[in-house]
């Protein structure tokens, strides 16, 4: 006791310089925290946030977004919260798998066992809680419309004879369109001022010719302006591959505008397409789909390029494969004009809202 | 030290105490554990398992498999581990939200703020490691079918034109077909032997009569022997609707083999399918889908209903809307005999090889 107390001095200075330490630092991490630009630069933690509806619950239940409001936001002010559940990191996952702990669920009696399975309570206490984690986006104040943008999309199939084309979507498209300002943006692409350096292969003919361009939506194409061309082929990314072929000539808003006339056009665009993504990626043709949306983005004709996997946009009442494009056209000038079209549009979207007012949806 | 500082003391106290509840848990876990069926049931955890190959990297990195070996294991035997990411649980995220930690990645400056996020170490080791958890599914011995049954699937797409149909895919069908035992299944159902509980809707009629069923797929479908019929309208699972109507004429093999004769036969499905599905679960025309597959899973002529968001199967290379269908044979009782048509095969699929063999692919 007595040849101790001068031990027991020295912890217990110890412990309270450590205490003094352990609030200097947690004030001055506090302070930085509140210098942020917003009330959410503050927060570290969900304490405060009363959850009042779930709004999304998506990808088999990763993805949830709840509607709510944080206690110091104003009266009538609502947030967002949406949470993520983290993809497993495969390096990371690779090295730790030593680390998990498993708890059999059910077994085969032969090869096949089911496990729960999580990062040991040491290793986690070592590596800290990454493994236990969730990406986290807040929007407060949410507004009203970005609420209802999170709310679930439903979508509706509208079956557009010819006459309602005529009558109803066609003036709906020429409102759009309107002078033309909407699609400048696109006028920029063809004349080459913009993304010129995304051009794989162009004709410049003013009636047949198109630009085949490195789609926007291919975001792991390699960078363009510093990884030479020479290593795009056989590129890891090419799995994603998205490249789109813009028509030169103008006014063929849709595939419905279509005539026998475009054939030689629509085969100039799949025959080089497809040579060009061979010559360029070393992609093979039976790896492609080639194909029109309809209805479209944007009202000037373009055809997407896509590898077989990537399902973007391919749903059968969305996608028209180019091959039977070209021999509905050589066997009918006026198979899109004059058919009976089905499509999906989001519910309450203009063009849906017209077909109700029209009585057809 | 921002993150964690409060959380550390906790954590140290919980720790120790951890070690001692764990040694306890473990030697009795143990003990129940040796008396499994196959050396799976008594792995506690990774440790012995040498991964050497990532076989899939599926779902954005939420699905893992690793081929490799257990130290256990025979010479010349492998294993598969799959880790499968938890996707969120709702009412369990609900009730903890309060106990995310949250750390800022970025904000906007106004509303947007994005964070990496984790359940406190604290809560954590109260609540035990849910939170930081995969499932784990193990096979081991894995057969080399196992393993190749595991490996990412290589499509390609066919280009079968009319000639190729008739030398090549005809006589793959009429294989795979033979004496109709392979369809035997399908007459059972049709006949009412089997599953006479999920039909829906019966044309009685040899030529033109079907049988419109709850799809094997519709997985959420209420129990169809304890749930009432009239409780089935509005249902939570309407959302992944799937029904299948099968014609009893015999001998329409695909797509290829319809003609203009049967057009009365397709509008009866579409009408009576979609008016059925109305009445029985309250899900309107504009919410489904109408196709047929081509190549489809069995040679008897089917038509697939689903709601719109469901997108298993719907590519334009696969799946054929009734209503272009019906169209197509009124304008030419050959058009699907006649054309050139695309679809995807696994790479060496019988077809595949066929086509290959025949110089086409």
Known sequence: MERSSPDLQ??????????????????????GRKSGTSPLAGIRSLRGFEPEEVLKDEDDGRVVTFLGRFAWQKEGEVALVKLIAKPLSLSGLKDNLSRLSVRLKSESGAEYAFYNCSMSLWHTFLRGLEGNSYSLEVVAPASERTVNRNRPVTTAMLTETAEMHASVTGPHMDRIVGDGKSL????????????????????????????????TKWRTHPDISTVPRHEWEG?????????????????????????????????????RGVETIEAVYGVPEDQLRVFVHYMPQFFHFHVHFTRLHNTIGVEAERAHLLVDIIQNLERDSYFYETRTMQFRVRENDALHTAFKNAGEA
Chains 1, 2 share one sequence.
């Not at 310089?17 to 302070?31: D, P, T």
């Not at 993304?195 to 004709?203: G, I, K, S």
Request: with cysteine; glycine share 6%.
């Open 184 to 215: 400048s943006w696109l006028f920029n692409v063809l004349s080459k001022d913009k993304e010129a350096e995304r051009v794989l292969y162009e004709d410049e003919d003013p009636e047949h010719g198109f630009l085949l361009n490195i789609d």
């Open 235 to 271: 590129h890891p990314s090419v799995g994603e591959l998205y490249c789109l072929a813009i028509s030169h000539q103008r006014g063929i808003r849709t595939l419905r505008d279509l005539r026998a006339k475009h054939v030689p056009m629509l085969k100039e665009i799949y025959g």
């Open 10 to 31: 020295a912890a217990a200075a110890g412990v309270l310089l450590a205490i003094g330490v352990a609030v200097a630092c947690w004030a001055i991490a506090r302070r």
